[in-house]
């Protein structure tokens, strides 16, 4: 099982970035996604979360208005749209499935994880 993310990059405060992340060997259908950030020497902290049953989002207050997550079962991938950056979303960024089809902001919850791609929005 794999999931392969991509699309990070430098930018500057206000620009938009869309991460993606795209599921093989997993029974994509069933799991519930989500995004992950990590800045350094801090903790990684949820960010958004999309359900598999019924498609229903949550984010973290933060990002509520700029970010969007969603999937394409189709083509196996969850993005993450990311508008308006600010200097405070730089972070790894790390896509997650869980075993549930219910998202949460619980990391215990995802057995799956990805490599981890890095943001870096500039001021």
């Known amino acids: 099982e794999q999931l392969i993310e991509s699309g990070g990059g430098l930018v500057q405060a206000g620009d938009s970035l869309r991460l993606s992340c795209t599921a093989s060997g997993l029974r994509f259908r069933a799991n519930a996604m989500a995004w992950f950030r990590q800045a350094p020497g801090l903790e990684r902290e949820f960010v958004a979360g999309i359900n598999w049953t019924n498609g229903n989002t949550k984010y973290r207050d933060s990002v509520k208005g700029r970010f969007t997550i969603s999937r394409d079962n189709a083509q196996n991938t969850v993005y993450l749209q990311m508008n308006s950056l600010k200097p405070e979303d730089t972070a790894v960024y790390y896509c997650?499935?869980?075993?549930?089809?219910?998202?949460?902001?619980?990391?215990?919850?995802?057995?799956?994880w990805g490599q981890g791609t890095q943001v870096t929005v500039s001021s």
């Open positions: 997650a499935a869980s075993g549930n089809p219910g998202a949460t902001v619980l990391q215990g919850e995802y057995s799956y």
